[in-house]
């Protein structure tokens, strides 16, 4: 079964630190992972995009990995800022383009950074 | 400004009846979406359309309802069948093709729906 895990389930820390979320999946076939920021009752905005031959990508502040070949994705965030806080969702595509009606969403990471 | 909205914000809807969730995209996007999010919950597909007039089901599209007469609008009807509807609904648009990047999806801002 297709499905995408995320750890920690939620996660403080203190403004200024860095943190890594994880994200481990068992889609098959593999398209591409994406990160997405959710603020408290507003829609995902997307961070990175990486293909499977990709293994890095970055966003300013946020740099996120990728090991295709063991299925784990991490996102980095570096000098964290009280904006930060938020919902960070893995999600992963088994598509290869087309439709993309068959992303496989994780449950997210509820970061709070506090001053 | 280009984007994608949806609306109202907040609904509340009385037991049996049914609620429509409005949806509109310029940003010329083939394909629209409908998401819902629980707590604690990945987002869950109800129904995907990638041109006009044409729509798919997703994976919990038992209670909804859905059109696509033009392609910037894609407005998702809640109905009395759905038997726990509250939940935050989320609209999303994207690009048609085989460009993950170009394929990413956008969302909306979100209707949160209570039922009373």
């Known amino acids: 079964k297709n499905q995408v895990e995320q750890s920690p389930q939620s996660l403080i820390i203190l403004e200024g630190k860095n943190c890594t979320l994880q994200?481990?999946?068992?889609?098959?076939?593999?398209?591409?992972l994406r990160w997405y920021k959710q603020d408290t009752g507003r829609g995902p905005v997307s961070l990175t995009i990486?293909?499977?031959?990709?293994n890095t990508k970055s966003n300013g502040r946020y740099t996120a990995t990728l090991d295709a070949d063991t299925k784990q994705s991490s996102l980095h965030i570096t000098a964290s800022q009280l904006s930060d806080s938020a919902s960070y969702i893995c999600?992963?595509?088994?598509?290869?383009?087309?439709?993309?009606?068959?992303?496989?969403f994780g449950k997210g990471t509820k970061l709070s950074v506090k001053p | 400004d280009g984007g994608i909205t949806q609306s109202p914000k907040y609904l509340f809807r009385k037991e049996g009846q049914n609620v429509t969730l409005s949806c509109e995209q310029n940003l010329n996007h083939d394909a629209m979406y409908w998401y819902r999010q629980d707590p604690g919950q990945g987002l869950r597909l109800i129904y995907y359309s990638q041109i006009v007039n044409d729509f798919q089901k997703g994976d919990i599209a038992e209670g909804y309802s859905v059109s696509r007469e033009k392609k910037e609008s894609f407005p998702l009807t809640v109905t009395s069948a759905q038997k726990n509807p509250t939940a935050f609904y989320l609209c999303?648009?994207?690009?048609?093709?085989?460009?993950?990047?170009?394929?990413?999806?956008?969302f909306g801002p979100g209707t949160r729906l209570t039922v009373l």
């Open positions: 999600v992963v595509s088994p598509n290869y383009g087309g439709s993309q009606g068959n992303l496989i």
């Open positions: 994200c481990n999946y068992t889609v098959s076939p593999f398209s591409n």
């Open positions: 999303a648009s994207s690009i048609l093709g085989r460009n993950p990047t170009l394929g990413e999806q956008f």
């Open positions: 990486m293909t499977f031959s990709e």
